[in-house]
């Protein structure tokens, strides 16, 4: 018997990673329903009721689409944008803007026999930097000695008994400089860096790993992708033209460790990151829950979309 409930996708329109699986997910059959919770309530509207007999029904429609809430397969959660209610002043945007939030996104997030990859709440759970480092240390990863400070003093102590030393941001807000949008970078910083400006927010700080090479490693339920990325850079992200990629197999419990990880914060996807070091040990990074991945299937021939594909049309492995 054919399978008629669709996959919600929820993410902004320029987005190549979700085009890429839809396109897989339509050549098997499966029903998909794309919309950007941004577009809310202006192209996208709901009708919700809860009750004691029969739990969430109703509809979710879009321009071109219906869904029926209480008949979801999954919700693929990206990168939606942010709702946005210019036509208002800024006391009633702030009000609607909440009621939006605490609404749609309350019904999106309670769907009924729905797999959520991931679920929107522990998708902001994982992007907690610390959280992630915490976690990771329970799974048995090797990591990085790290500060968390807003000291001066014990940011430079702890550069002078670990260095070398990076900076690096909890999160990377985009800053326009000349009109340009910008990140704050991963950089190498001494202690005669530090001065009082350190007081004003959180920083971390980290040991830098003298490195050969880094690992993405792409957890697509229980598939597990890892490919080396060597490219010579502090952070490989900053110059994509000077990677190379190859295909390697996790070292002895590495894929018990990331389950593991994953198992915390109740995720079935994960974009994980290491370094490796002179020893050729592993060294955790970082766990990004909205990472891209796809890029990495065109550079190494992987079946990542298939697997992404398969784990939302909840398709036995």
Not at 118 to 132: M, Q
Not at 175 to 184: A, F, K, L, P, Q
Request: aromatic residues 10%; charged residues 20%.
């Amino acid at each position: 018997m054919t399978d008629s409930r669709p996959v919600l996708v929820v993410t902004n329109l320029d987005d190549p990673t979700t085009d890429l699986v839809i396109t897989e997910l339509h050549d098997r059959g499966v029903p998909v329903v794309r919309f950007d919770s941004g577009d809310f309530p202006h192209a996208l509207s709901i009708a919700a009721t809860i009750t004691s007999a029969s739990g969430i029904t109703g509809t979710l429609t879009t321009p071109s689409r219906t869904c029926d809430l209480s008949r979801v397969r999954s919700l693929y959660y990206r990168r939606p944008s942010g709702f946005v209610f210019d036509h208002l002043d800024p006391q009633d945007a702030r009000f609607a803007l909440m009621q939006a939030r605490y609404g749609l996104g309350g019904i999106l997030a309670s769907l009924p026999g729905c797999l959520y990859v991931n679920h929107p709440h522990r998708v902001g759970d994982a992007e907690f930097k610390p959280a992630g480092l915490a976690a990771a240390h329970a799974a048995g990863f090797r990591l990085p000695a790290t500060l968390i400070t807003s000291d001066p003093d014990a940011a430079r102590a702890f550069i002078k008994q670990h260095g070398p030393v990076i900076y690096k941001p909890f999160s990377a807000p985009l800053y326009r400089i000349e009109g340009v949008s910008c990140t704050v970078k991963v950089e190498e910083v001494t202690a005669d860096e530090i001065d009082d400006a350190v007081t004003g927010t959180a920083h971390l700080f980290q040991h830098r790993i003298d490195k050969t090479g880094d690992v993405r490693v792409t957890v697509i339920g229980d598939r597990v992708f890892c490919v080396r990325i060597d490219s010579g850079l502090l952070d490989w992200r900053t110059d994509y033209s000077r990677l190379t990629y190859t295909v390697v197999e996790p070292p002895p419990g590495l894929t018990k460790a990331l389950l593991s990880y994953l198992d915390h914060f109740r995720l079935v996807f994960g974009a994980f990151d290491f370094a490796i070091d002179r020893e050729g040990q592993w060294c955790f990074l970082e766990c990004n829950p909205s990472g891209q991945w796809a890029w990495l299937q065109d550079e190494t021939g992987l079946p990542m979309i298939a697997a992404m594909a398969d784990l939302l049309e909840r398709t036995p492995t």
